[in-house]
């Protein structure tokens, strides 16, 4: 059973950051995720990267937001910049069983650690 779980949410004021992190296992083999659920809100992929390290972001998270992950660690992160109230949400770490990344895989969850952001 694949266990992914998630820390390093918590409260934050507008402008601030965050560094989430995810400690799993076959990291350097399988693609990574970050998906995002807000109240009332379909979720959304936020981050992926693939075995290669390439990595792709949503269009809202662009440049504030970087990926990246330490496969020694077995350890995924999102480092959030410049953080928006509307970031608020819940996130999780996903795992898809394939070495690169696209949508719709099959994947494994975290618990998911929620980040809210003030105004």
């Known amino acids: 059973q694949v266990q992914l779980v998630e820390s390093g949410g918590g409260s934050v004021q507008a402008g601030g950051s965050l560094r989430l992190s995810c400690v799993g296992s076959g990291f350097s083999i399988y693609c990574m995720k970050w998906f995002r659920q807000a109240p009332g809100k379909e979720r959304e992929e936020v981050a992926d990267?693939?075995?290669?390290?390439?990595?792709t972001y949503a269009d809202s998270v662009k440049g504030r937001f970087t990926i990246s992950k330490d496969s020694d660690k077995n350890t995924l992160y999102l480092q959030m910049n410049s953080l928006k109230p509307e970031d608020t949400a819940t996130y999780y770490c996903?795992?898809?069983?394939?070495?690169?990344?696209?949508?719709?895989?099959?994947?494994?969850w975290g618990q998911g650690t929620q980040v809210t952001v003030s105004s």
């Open positions: 996903a795992r898809a069983p394939n070495s690169m990344c696209w949508n719709g895989q099959r994947l494994d």
């Open positions: 990267i693939d075995t290669f390290g390439r990595t």
